[in-house]
């Protein structure tokens, strides 16, 4: 992605503090200028920029466990803040700066501050070619030497008015160009983790399952009647379960059919995102699936959620083949490495009591 050119700035000196990044700090750093934008507003605090360098990953490193790379200082503070504040993993992103922003507590105040110790002034070392005295970066930046992007103060920062009007113009653009990166950085180091870019930013809400329930599995329970739950073996009827992911949301970030299984409401909570053993779990989940393909490719044979399994098997052109498709082998080899992975990513493991 390149970055958009302005005759009258420095812009590829703004493209050049992303090069060779070893950390996801400038990305964070840059994210949180981008977001307090507003207008002509110049002077940013630092403990707001900090903030917000936690607040942003707060979803990617809580809900998702992405990993950062166990050096990497914003993963280690997001943790930390966590622990330290009581903070909801769900708290919206405004809320998390307001809170961190007015808190005294002091070891969340040494935390943010750790950031003034790296971020704010190297990321000037394009503009300050050679400068190795933090003390002369400061003063340098504050004569906006070589058009740089802010000047630096003890407590806040002050945007360069030459900059203003290019970065609201190109905001949409900066923020992709970082979210971009910062995908390509964390695939590299979470190379079991799908979908690292969905897990880069915080969805609206979560997607409810009533289409899946009510187009795909209440279809089979009007023909089946009852089924055992694969982890508590309680009777299940159309009335009484819920849709539950096999493997956790937060690992696949996806609601494809495949995935799904009816399951008792009262184990849902319980099982909350463990991974289940495959060799407890897969068997009666492969027949739950098998059963339920037989049943809506009869009742439904357009359904979309029928083509969802194409995704696994591919080499089946006519979806009313996909029945006498479905093998057991070829299913499971679709959750073998997701489990492994799963596991490697610090999730923990269902087995059966």
């Not at 037989?294 to 357009?302: A, F, H, N, R």
């Amino acid at each position: 992605m390149e970055f958009p050119k302005d005759s009258n700035l420095p812009t590829h000196l703004l493209a050049s503090c992303f090069d060779s990044t070893s950390a996801t700090y400038k990305y964070y750093w840059f994210l949180s200028i981008l977001d307090c934008l507003n207008g002509e507003k110049r002077i940013i605090e630092k403990r707001d920029l900090f903030a917000r360098m936690v607040a942003i990953p707060w979803y990617t490193v809580n809900y998702f466990q992405v990993s950062f790379g166990k050096q990497d200082v914003i993963h280690r503070a997001v943790e930390n803040i966590k622990r330290i504040e009581n903070i909801s993993i769900e708290e919206h992103k405004s809320v998390i700066v307001e809170k961190l922003v007015q808190s005294q507590n002091q070891e969340t105040q040494k935390t943010l501050n750790h950031f003034n110790n790296q971020v704010p002034h190297w990321f000037l070392a394009p503009w300050l070619k050679g400068e190795k005295l933090i003390s002369r970066i400061y003063s340098r930046s504050q004569g906006f030497e070589n058009d740089c992007l802010y000047a630096l103060y003890p407590n806040h920062v002050e945007i360069n008015s030459s900059w203003i009007p290019y970065l609201i113009q190109n905001i949409r653009f900066l923020r992709d160009f970082c979210f971009w990166n910062l995908a390509i950085f964390l695939q590299k180091r979470n190379p079991g983790l799908p979908d690292v870019p969905s897990k880069l930013i915080k969805p609206p809400s979560r997607s409810p399952l009533t289409n899946q329930r009510k187009n795909f599995w209440n279809l089979f329970f009007d023909e089946v009647g009852t089924m055992k739950c694969i982890y508590t073996g309680e009777n299940l009827n159309k009335s009484n379960y819920v849709v539950e992911h096999f493997i956790p949301h937060r690992y696949v970030c996806h609601d494809l059919i495949w995935n799904l299984v009816p399951a008792d409401s009262s184990f849902n909570s319980t099982k909350s995102d463990k991974i289940p053993v495959l060799e407890d779990f897969f068997d009666d989940f492969y027949e739950i699936h098998r059963k339920a393909i037989e049943i809506v490719s009869i009742k439904d044979p357009k359904s979309n959620y029928l083509f969802e399994y194409l995704d696994i098997f591919q080499g089946v052109q006519d979806i009313q083949k996909l029945s006498e498709s479905f093998e057991k082998e070829k299913f499971r080899k679709t959750f073998n490495p997701m489990v492994l992975m799963a596991i490697n990513n610090g999730f923990q493991s269902l087995a059966k009591s």
